[in-house]
Structure formats: C-alpha cells, structure tokens
C-alpha cells in the first residue's frame, strides 16, 4: 500500500520524481513483498501444523474406536471388519488360518459372588495373558462379556492347538487378588477351527470354533476341543 501510494503521487506530480523517490518506492516494494511472503510462509506452515494436528486426531480416535475400553483388546466391530478383509485376501491363497474361541467358566458366577469390580480385573489379566502369548500378526479380540476370539494367520491346527493348551494353563495358574490379601483362581474354555477352502466366510470359522468351545464346556470345561469337521469335534483333556 506504501508503495503504491508512492507510485502514484509521482504520477500524478504531487511529489518530485528524482533518485531519492524512486529508490524509495522501489526498496518500500521490495520490503512489502518480502513480509508478504514471509506472512503466506507462515500462514501454509500453520495449516500444515493444523493438518497434521487432525491427522493425529483421527489416528487416535479410530485407535479408541477399534479396541475395547477395558481390556485394550480389538473390539467386535474391528474384528469383524477385520475378519471380512482377511478372508478376501487369504481365501485363496491355500494358507493357513486358525481361530480360536474361549470363555472364562463360570464368569458370571464370579461377578454375582466377588462383584463386578474384580471381575474387571480378571477380564484385565487373562487380556495381558492372550497378548502376551501370541504374535504381533495375531489379532486378539474380545468378541463379547468374557468371550474371546483369536485369529492366527498362517498356523496350523497343530499349531494352534499348542497355543490354546499355553494360553489355558496360563489362565489356570493366575491368581487375581482382592481384598487385599485373598486371591481367585479361574480357567477358561476353548474351542479351535481351521480356515477351509469351501469357507464362505470367517464366520463359517467362528462358527465351528464357537462349538468346539461349547464341547468344552459341555465335557467339563477348563479345557481345549478342537472342531474338524462340522459334526467331528475331539475335546482334548486337560493337563
């Protein structure tokens, strides 16, 4: 604006063209466009900042969104969004995939007798135990209550299998304190399926681990039954 205020009292002979005058208006240019440059650097530094800022903000909230407000474990929803990906991806690839089904016995029991608060705490610690065990490429989640789901990809029945009898001792040696100086024990149950090439879905799967789990309960629980075929579930003793 000084310039051009300048610039224009020349023009119209209201002050003296001379060195001094043109030197000025030429160095008053030049200042101006220098701190208007410096104003738009500062002003896309800011909305970079901003962008950023908000980028990191959708990051956490979908973060919080996909996982379980108390155990920190993916949620129902992640796993089925989860589920329906992977089965897109890996149902013909050959590879692979176990599922595994659990449920703390009797869990239902422990909130009507020891309350809800250390029932939190249990659903706490068999969590860290789950995650603990499995791999970082392994999706553990809590599906609902006390029943849990965990996806292995590229592991066998075998396999699987091992992990399962690991997890159920674990849970079985956990002491949860409360009341300061008293302690609970609790095991869990399980149930195994394998991803098979005339699944439709990983439903199919969770389907056929929710009834080897079922035989685990209904053969005594704190054990793991592992489902074949649709109608051939072997439950397997505990140790």
């Keep these: 604006i000084i310039s051009l205020f300048i610039l224009v009292l020349m023009s119209l002979g209201m002050i003296e063209y001379n060195n ?5 208006y030429v160095y008053t240019s030049f200042f101006e466009i220098s701190f208007f440059a410096l104003i738009l650097a500062n002003r896309f530094h800011e909305n970079k900042k901003d962008k950023i800022i908000i980028e990191a903000d959708l990051a956490d909230t979908k973060e919080i969104a996909n996982h379980d407000g108390l155990t920190h474990l993916y949620n129902r929803q992640y796993l089925e969004s989860y589920s329906s990906d992977y089965f897109n991806e890996k149902r013909n690839t050959h590879q692979n995939t176990s599922v595994i089904m659990l449920d703390i016995d009797k869990f ?9 608060g250390v029932g939190d705490i249990i659903l706490i610690n068999v969590a860290n135990i789950f995650t603990n065990l499995t791999r970082e490429s392994d999706v553990v989640a809590r599906y609902g209550g006390e029943e849990f789901i965990i996806i292995l990809p ?3 029945m075998q396999n699987a299998q091992t992990i399962a009898e690991k997890i159920r001792i674990n849970v079985e040696k956990m002491k949860t304190k409360y009341e300061d100086d008293k302690e609970l024990s609790v095991t869990i149950s399980l149930g195994i399926s394998l991803l098979r090439a005339d699944d439709i879905s990983m439903k199919s799967v969770i389907t056929r681990a929710d009834k080897a789990l079922y035989e ?13 075929e649709d109608n051939k ?7």
């Design 20 to 24: 001094f005058t043109r030197y000025t």
């Design 154 to 156: 590229n592991t066998s």
């Design 233 to 239: 579930i072997i439950p397997i003793s505990s140790m």
């Design 216 to 228: 685990s309960k209904a053969t005594g629980r704190n054990k793991v039954s592992i489902n074949i």
């Design 108 to 116: 239902k029991v422990v909130n009507d007798t020891y309350g809800h």
